[in-house]
């Protein structure tokens, strides 16, 4: 099974068996903690990683990392990793650690989840998670909101509330950056 198998995976599982309205996968965003996440989730007030492992020694080579060393650097609240079943155990895990294996079919299974009393994935009750790097975590919203905004797509989640964009935008409350430019001339 590939690591992009894998990611894909655990972003369904995100989505689906967590209360994460959105997550995010493999996203490049200049992280200050050097961290860059296969797959993070955000609920509201907490959030959810999973790092994919499709091999023993990438999990190893993971430990070593500095954000791994000293957990509060690192991000998610809640913490996953993701393997091929059986690939990893749970007395493989760092403390604190869940675990959900992916079959050959794609088919994702929480094996351990320590946040919830280890009950099954639909129980929305979670404790006990990490403190969470929170400003790492907000560099990753920034530079998707950021990437949305600069593509025009942040209008669309007005369009409900609002009868007419054209006059919000007039009111410079939904203008792009490139508009604001021409405006400065």
């Not at 490049?28 to 961290?35: K, P």
């Not at 929170?134 to 409900?160: D, F």
Request: charged residues 25%.
């Amino acid at each position: 099974m590939t690591h992009k198998e894998l990611v894909k995976a655990a972003y369904r599982w995100v989505l689906g068996s967590t209360s994460c309205g959105m997550a995010i996968r493999e996203l490049a965003s200049g992280a200050r903690n050097g961290e860059y996440p296969d797959v993070i989730g955000f609920g509201a007030g907490m959030s959810v990683l999973v790092e994919c492992k499709a091999s023993r020694s990438d999990f190893f080579a993971d430990r070593k990392k500095l954000f791994r060393q000293y957990p509060e650097m690192g991000m998610g609240t809640y913490r996953f990793y993701c393997c091929p079943t059986g690939l990893l155990t749970v007395e493989d895990l760092p403390e604190k650690w869940g675990l959900i294996y992916v079959n050959e079919k794609g088919k994702n299974r929480t094996i351990f989840n320590p946040y919830n009393g280890n009950k099954s994935d639909y129980s929305n009750v979670w404790s006990n998670g990490f403190v969470a790097n929170i400003r790492a975590e907000q560099g990753i919203m920034y530079s998707v909101l950021r990437r949305l905004h600069k593509s025009g797509h942040v209008e669309s989640i007005y369009r409900n509330g609002y009868e007419d964009v054209e006059d919000l935008r007039q009111e410079s409350l939904l203008t792009t950056p490139e508009a604001l430019a021409n405006e400065k001339r």
